[in-house]
């Protein structure tokens, strides 16, 4: 992720007490008071920082619950895999079944339901954003915008006319424009031949296609056989900077797994650009800036799938702008902005010397011996980071797997996880906290506390600058989503899918004690 870029622009708002609001940003952002939550990871940049709320060190013990509402679907992957929005006094979202909904934020009563059914759920961490007047969010073939105070739809627009490919993202939104990609599969076809995923840029008015890129060099063209190649795709919303640059991390190469008849996938040769990489465009065209590939021809599911984060670090005394990228190989990685030059690269949690190259083979009779790798497919940073004051925080999850050339044999060892505190400017890990569960619910900054969760449905607050637990709180199912902050309350749905034969999945509301009624 030199092409002449026409917006630069920085407004006088701010989202935070150290991060300024890029012109591109929707009127929604700038404007929120520090009320909200309008976008998945909070603004352009994917931050998930609010700076602004009430909650601090001091009385983050305090948060109770205030409200719950149950989640009517459940599917492959639960009954949330993404982020509620809050603004204006509602809150806002999207269910695996692309069904959208309305709460009022300090009672968690419905407001309304727009139902969609999708034919082919989304495994997600499909979700809505909100910005332009509008809410956005998407089906598993098309791109939609409601109006917020009704429910009732504005547009729709198709992007998928295929049974192959789906959207499990949610929309990214800036100089009026939506941003959405479709990915190499849904919840019936997964890895089909020929499947791969684009990029579009959309007009939020109309939601008419503006410009698309494809995340598969060549597009149709694929890499080797396109009668069993495909891939790419986008998991999770880009960032954007002030300069309309929009910086994305692309997923994983198929076919995946190996299998007998493609050992080490080699009807893909090469190093399958442009998946597994950081790739930067531009805004306004999505022609091509750069791109760095994190992991060439991927046969591990090593996506370089989450959110990519925007920050600025004195480089050589110099301010720079940096963009940093994580994913399932373990993999954080900080790139300048301006050229992607790697600046410092971390692995997080464990790794091996089986996570390169290729898997061993059979030789003549003798069946191939299978290797424990790690981290495997799951593992690493699956969920996204959060930025704040030069200091990453970031989720990771301890799971290795088993494999032969031929395909994945087993895991190997129970999975676990924890959250990094990494120093921005060099990767250097500043502390780190261990769960004895996967850490699966991202990392998410109110003021100087840190929030996750982990998928057995605990959720934590740590002190940004030691890590030291301030407050827990046990949910009545897992957690494989990502919180909301308001001035006064953390919103976060309990919905993964676990061994418990009724799990009550809901949206929950903890609030600071005596701030409402």
């Known amino acids: 992720m030199g092409v002449t870029v026409t917006v630069c622009l920085l407004s006088a ?39 602004e709320t009430d909650i601090d060190a001091a009385n983050v013990a305090t948060l109770k619950e205030r409200w719950s509402f149950k989640l009517p679907y459940v599917g492959e992957y639960g009954a949330f895999t993404s982020n509620p929005i809050a603004l204006d006094g509602d809150v806002y979202f999207e269910d695996p079944d692309s069904d959208v909904f309305a709460l009022n934020e300090n009672t968690g009563a419905l407001v309304w339901e727009h139902q969609y059914k999708s034919v082919t759920p989304s495994g997600g961490p499909n979700g809505v954003a909100l910005g332009y007047g509008l809410l956005f969010g998407a089906t598993e073939g098309s791109v939609f915008a409601l109006d917020p105070k009704s429910g009732k739809q504005v547009w729709i627009h198709k992007l998928i006319a295929n049974a192959k490919e789906g959207i499990d993202m949610t929309p990214q939104l800036y100089g009026g424009k939506v941003l959405i990609s479709t990915i190499p599969g849904n919840s019936t076809s997964y ?34 056989n396109p009668q069993l190649n495909g891939g790419g795709g986008l998991w999770y919303p880009p960032a954007v900077d002030s300069q309309g640059r929009v910086f994305i991390g692309v997923a994983n190469p198929s076919p995946y797994p190996p299998t007998s008849a493609d050992p080490n996938a080699e009807s893909r040769p090469g190093p399958n650009l442009y998946t597994d990489s950081l790739v930067a465009l531009n805004g306004d065209t999505g022609k091509l800036l750069w791109y760095q590939q994190v992991t060439p021809h991927d046969i591990r599911d090593y996506d370089f799938q989450d959110s990519p984060i925007i920050t ?19 993999k954080v990685v900080a790139f300048r902005a301006a050229d992607g030059k790697r600046l410092w690269t971390l692995n997080i949690g464990k790794h091996n010397k089986y996570q390169y190259g ?46 032969t050339a031929s395909g994945i044999t087993g895991e190997a060892g129970s999975a676990t996880g924890g959250l990094a505190a990494v120093d921005a400017a060099n990767g250097q890990i500043v502390w780190k906290h261990l769960f004895n569960s996967v850490d699966s619910g991202a990392a998410t900054i109110a003021g100087n506390v840190v929030f996750t969760s982990t998928v057995n449905g605990t ?3 740590l002190a940004d600058r030691t890590g030291a637990v301030l407050w827990t709180a046990q949910t009545p199912a897992g957690i494989n989503s990502f919180p909301a902050i308001t001035k006064d309350m953390l919103i976060i749905a309990a919905g993964a899918p676990t061994a418990a034969k009724s799990p009550q999945d809901e949206i929950i509301a903890y609030a600071l004690a005596g701030k409402r009624t």
């Not at 591109?24 to 920082?49: C, H, K, T």
């Not at 698309?212 to 063209?221: A, H, L, P, Y």
């Open 459 to 461: 959720m934590y607050a």
């Open 312 to 330: 600025t670090e004195r480089l050589g005394g110099v301010p720079t702008e940096v963009v940093i990228g994580a994913g399932k190989s373990g």
């Open 13 to 51: 708002g701010s989202a935070g007490a150290n991060r300024p609001v890029s012109g591109l940003a929707p009127p929604e952002i700038a404007a929120n008071a520090a009320s909200g939550w309008p976008e998945q990871n909070f603004d352009l940049s994917n931050s998930r920082a609010d700076l």
């Open 191 to 224: 890895y089909t031949a020929g499947a791969y995923g684009t990029v579009y840029a959309l007009s939020a008015a109309t939601g008419k296609t503006l410009w698309s890129f494809s995340t598969v060099k060549g597009g149709s063209r694929l890499w080797g």
């Open 358 to 403: 290729p898997f061993p083979v059979e030789s003549g009779l003798t069946p191939a011996r299978a290797v424990t790798y790690c981290p495997g497919s799951l593992g690493g940073v699956l969920t996204p980071m959060a930025e704040t004051d030069n200091t990453l925080y970031v989720p990771w999850i301890d799971l290795c797997l088993k494999a």
